[in-house]
């Protein structure tokens, strides 16, 4: 068995909160220091509709720049809004100079072209990570680009948790372009150098592909869909999955995982907190770049 993989378990919880509030700490520092060369960075946050969750995730967002130090700008759209006129205020945004970060909440008006919102973001200001130019220097390898909030957050969750990815098996539950994909691309990335597999609605015998993870990614917004039964011992389990059930708020892996695993990412908590704190880094970044 390799050596990274714990093998006596209970599960270590990940407290993605805690390591949230440190990078943003950290980006508060560099935000202090590129505002003494005169730059304020700036979100902006396109919502268009009515969707409680999404005004929580956006107020949630906003509280996160202001503990950054960051400047953030939201523009309220309702939900009968056109692709055309979200675009135009895409445009707005795109020229405007002090904004240095462009997002537009998911999920966007029925029948609104997601990726035609994400391509019409300036690539340099592409903080969640979306556009063909950032994906495509994903595939290539390249880390000049901005990458996907959430991808990037459990990269660092790993990286903190000391756990060794060279050679190890990881399996990805779910292809969303916002997880699964690029969540694949970097952990497969030379560096990280994983071997990583890809699993989804049309694979057959899941569990026992996920039962060989060192590392098991579930993103697929299916309650409790991850049992102990597809669980390796000692492995590394991030749930990304998040649903509202009965009770509460459930991930995609269930409770009785953390009997097996070697460590478990919670919900809430785990995940959620970390993709809020990779978008602090990338608006930061974001600014960095236009201004360098």
Same mark, same amino acid.
């Given at each position: 068995?390799?050596?990274? *993989?714990?093998?006596?378990?209970?599960?270590?919880?990940?407290?993605?909160?805690?390591? =949230?509030?440190?990078? @943003?700490?950290? &980006?508060?520092?560099?935000?202090?220091? !590129?505002?003494?060369? +005169?730059?304020?960075?700036?979100?902006?946050? *396109?919502?268009?509709?009515?969707?409680?969750?999404?005004?929580?995730?956006?107020?949630?967002?906003?509280?996160?720049?202001?503990?950054?130090?960051?400047?953030?700008?939201?523009?309220?759209?309702?939900?009968?809004?056109?692709?055309?006129?979200?675009?135009?205020?895409?445009?707005?945004?795109?020229?405007?100079?002090?904004?240095?970060?462009?997002?537009?909440?998911?999920?966007?008006?029925?029948?609104?072209?997601?990726?035609?919102?994400?391509?019409?973001?300036?690539?340099?200001?592409?903080?969640? +990570?979306?556009?063909?130019?950032?994906? =495509?220097? !994903?595939?290539?390898?390249?880390?000049? +680009?901005?990458?996907?909030?959430?991808?990037?957050?459990?990269?660092?969750?790993?990286?903190?948790? +000391?756990?060794?990815?060279?050679?190890?098996?990881?399996? &990805?539950?779910?292809?969303?372009?916002?997880?699964?994909?690029?969540?694949?691309?970097? !952990?497969? @990335?030379?560096?990280?150098?994983?071997?990583?597999?890809?699993?989804?609605?049309?694979?057959? #015998?899941?569990?026992?592909?996920?039962?060989?993870?060192?590392?098991?990614?579930?993103?697929?917004?299916?309650?409790?869909?991850?049992?102990?039964?597809?669980?390796?011992? =000692?492995?590394? *389990?991030?749930?990304?999955?998040?649903?509202? &059930?009965?009770?509460?708020?459930?991930? #995609?892996?269930?409770?009785?995982?953390?009997?097996?695993?070697?460590?478990?990412?919670?919900?809430?908590?785990? *995940?959620?907190?970390?993709?809020?704190?990779?978008?602090?880094?990338?608006?930061?970044?974001?600014?960095?770049?236009?201004?360098?």
């Amino acid at each position: 068995m390799p050596g990274y *993989v714990r093998v006596n378990v209970s599960a270590r919880i990940v407290d993605g909160k805690a390591l =949230g509030i440190k990078i @943003q700490e950290e &980006v508060s520092e560099r935000v202090s220091s !590129l505002k003494g060369q +005169g730059v304020a960075p700036h979100l902006a946050v *396109v919502i268009a509709g009515d969707d409680p969750a999404s005004h929580v995730y956006v107020r949630n967002k906003e509280r996160a720049c202001e503990r950054c130090g960051i400047i953030s700008t939201r523009i309220d759209m309702p939900g009968s809004s056109n692709l055309e006129e979200i675009l135009e205020v895409v445009s707005s945004l795109n020229s405007d100079p002090n904004i240095h970060g462009i997002l537009v909440q998911s999920p966007a008006p029925d029948g609104v072209d997601e990726l035609a919102i994400a391509s019409s973001i300036l690539p340099q200001k592409d903080v969640d +990570g979306f556009h063909p130019v950032n994906l =495509g220097k !994903l595939v290539q390898g390249r880390a000049g +680009g901005l990458m996907p909030c959430t991808p990037s957050g459990v990269m660092r969750m790993l990286e903190s948790s +000391g756990v060794k990815t060279r050679g190890a098996r990881a399996v &990805v539950l779910g292809r969303s372009r916002i997880v699964g994909m690029p969540m694949a691309l970097m !952990l497969a @990335q030379p560096g990280c150098d994983a071997s990583v597999t890809i699993v989804h609605s049309k694979t057959e #015998d899941i569990s026992s592909i996920c039962n060989q993870a060192d590392i098991l990614i579930a993103a697929v917004g299916r309650p409790h869909m991850v049992g102990k039964e597809w669980v390796k011992k =000692g492995a590394f *389990v991030v749930d990304v999955g998040i649903s509202r &059930v009965e009770g509460g708020l459930a991930g #995609d892996v269930s409770p009785e995982v953390s009997e097996v695993a070697g460590w478990i990412t919670p919900v809430p908590g785990g *995940v959620g907190p970390m993709t809020i704190a990779m978008l602090m880094e990338n608006t930061l970044r974001a600014a960095e770049m236009q201004l360098f």
